[in-house]
């Protein structure tokens, strides 16, 4: 008990210190927390090991369309609801969902599963203008340090996950990308701009040490798998000159798959890949799935594969994103809930830290998902069925009901290109992501916005505070897998 109120107390301290500094805990302050890389490990100040397991935080600091409920992606979002709500309340719709998406319950109940890490996924957009480049915005750390605050105060470390970077580094939405080109590795401005971010975030936060590391680049996806390493190489020299001790996390090229790139190993670093298990996604388990036997040794394999650089290195391994998407249906789901074991059995047995995505959305991902009875989800519950039925997002929808749309331009494409086979997934997923998630959601986004155009303050900030921790519901039994209730 006593040991338990000294570290409390010294939380409480680091934090006071923290908000004092403007930003920064003081050298020496809980310093004792700060992590670094050893050998293969992740070890505290005293040299003991850490094995970092917690959660994703999307759908706050960085919006995706089916954690949050619009179509399209988050810039075209955001460009939507300011036309039909006009700058004050939009911008107290925002303000007020910013500050109760993660409060001091979530941080209570992160804790209280034995969880020990949250990863931040931020969006470049909340400190850069694109029409006034290099100058961060004022303000714009104001939800971040909280995130981080409320996390040290529960002993709980923080990654600081750049999830989308100016001009896109991958193809897809979670980039905030509204089309299918990556264009951050195209011109130089944009990396230019995404090291003078990270000199700012690494400014602030050198001196935290329940933030665990910096997490640079999300899912990069360069077509010529030549341009990933070497930028990495100069991101990572910009950094250590503001910060030379928290550790970095650099995940694999295409989606954090591809390290055959990758040529040395840096001190302080954690090489991250995403371990997605298709048949998480659908399908007989174990079973053929697409053509091939997948069962848990297959899906061991995958993982293998995709940590060969980590494991070959002898350094760290941290699976920075993982986890099914939940159908509802009880006798689909424990497919999915047996994928899950079968992940977390294969991380522990190497000693792998991760991070599941995902700890907020409107049902298919998450561990907490919102309660039907919110005023949010009353106004969009209508909404969120007909994007459903039209296949609008690129992630965890089905085609079902367009297919005699879908087919047609399959068939076309196979019949007319059958060598086109387009980066990164070849022509059926890019096709789907043409189709449905650009053209279909576009049309789609004038009605989700025209969904708030007219309500008043008040209404707006029930509708923000319906993502309040205490408006989600909890779903158990993925919460008694990752807390180990079950095996």
Known sequence: MRRAAIRLALAVLAIFMFQESGGAVKPGVGGGNRLSVSGDQIVNAKGE????????????????????????????????????????????????????????????????????????????HLFEDDMNPRVIRQGAFEHLDRVIELCAKHEIYTIIDLHALPGFQNQHWHSDNPTHVAL?????????????????????????????????????????????????????????????????????????????????????????????????????????????????????????????????????????????????????????????????????????????????DMGLHAILHQKADTPYMKLVSSFLAKKDSLGADAWGSSDRNIRSIMAPIEDLFQREFPGFDPYPSGPNRHIRQLVRHMLISEALLPEYCGLFRGLSEKELVALAESFRFENYVKRQRLEDILTGREK
């Open 49 to 124: 090991p850490v094995v970092l397991r917690g959660f994703g935080l999307g759908g706050m600091l960085h919006m995706e369309n089916f954690i949050n409920g619009y179509p399209a992606n988050e810039e075209a979002m955001r460009e939507g609801l300011l036309e039909a709500l006009g700058r004050e309340k939009y911008d107290l719709y925002f303000d007020v969902l910013l500050k109760n998406y993660f409060t001091e319950p979530d941080a209570e109940y992160i804790h209280s599963l034995g969880m020990n890490l949250v990863r931040i996924p931020i969006n470049y």
């Open 184 to 360: 951050f590795w195209k011109h130089k401005d944009f990396q230019d701009r995404a090291i003078i971010l990270w000199e700012a975030i690494a400014r602030r936060y050198r001196d935290q040490p329940w933030v665990a590391g910096y997490d640079l680049i999300n899912e990069p996806a360069d077509p010529t798998g030549k341009l990933v390493f070497p930028y990495y190489r100069r991101l990572v020299d910009a950094v250590r000159k503001v910060d030379p001790d928290h550790i970095l996390f650099l995940e694999g090229d295409r989606y954090a798959r591809d390290f055959s790139s990758f040529t040395e190993v840096w001190d302080n670093v954690v090489y991250a890949n995403h371990d997605y298990a298709r048949p998480g996604f659908g399908g007989e388990y174990p079973g053929v799935i697409d053509g091939r036997y997948m069962d848990k040794d297959s899906l061991e394999r995958d993982f293998l594969q995709k940590s060969d650089f980590m494991l070959s290195r002898k350094v760290p391994i941290w699976v920075g994103e993982f986890g099914p998407l939940y159908t509802g249906d009880p006798k689909r789901d424990e497919t999915r809930y047996r994928v899950l074991k079968d992940q977390l059995a294969y991380f522990d047995k190497y000693g792998a830290s991760w991070c599941i995505w995902l700890y907020k």
